[in-house]
C-alpha cells in the first residue's frame, strides 16, 4: 500500500473552496466510478483500490489517500495529476 499526503494552500472563500471540490470529486465520479460523499467539510472518495478524504479548511486543502497494490504502481502519476488540478483549480 502506498499513501498520498498532499497540502495545498488557497486563497478562496470557503463556499467556492467547496464547490470547486465537489467539481473535481464529479469529474473522479464520472472518469473512474468513485464514490464521493461530504462529511462537513471533507469529501471521502473511494472505489476499488484507492481510498481518501479531501479536507477544505480556510486557507488550505489537505488530500490524502491510501492506494492499494495495484495503484501504488503508479503513484507517482497519481500524485502529479492531483498536484496538477490542485494547481489549475485553487490557484
Do not use: Y
Request: charged share 25%; hydrophobic share 40%; proline share 4%.
Amino acid at each position: 500500500m502506498s499513501n498520498i499526503d498532499i497540502r495545498h494552500a488557497h486563497s478562496l472563500p470557503p463556499e467556492q473552496a467547496r464547490q470547486a471540490v465537489q467539481d473535481v470529486a464529479d469529474k473522479l465520479a464520472d472518469r473512474f466510478g468513485m464514490v464521493t460523499g461530504w462529511s462537513g467539510n471533507t469529501l471521502n472518495f473511494s472505489r476499488s483500490g484507492v481510498d481518501g478524504h479531501i479536507n477544505v479548511a480556510p486557507s488550505e486543502l489537505h488530500v490524502t489517500a491510501k492506494l492499494g497494490f495495484l495503484l501504488s504502481t503508479m503513484k507517482g502519476p497519481i500524485e502529479a495529476e492531483i498536484r496538477r488540478v490542485l494547481d489549475e483549480r485553487f490557484t
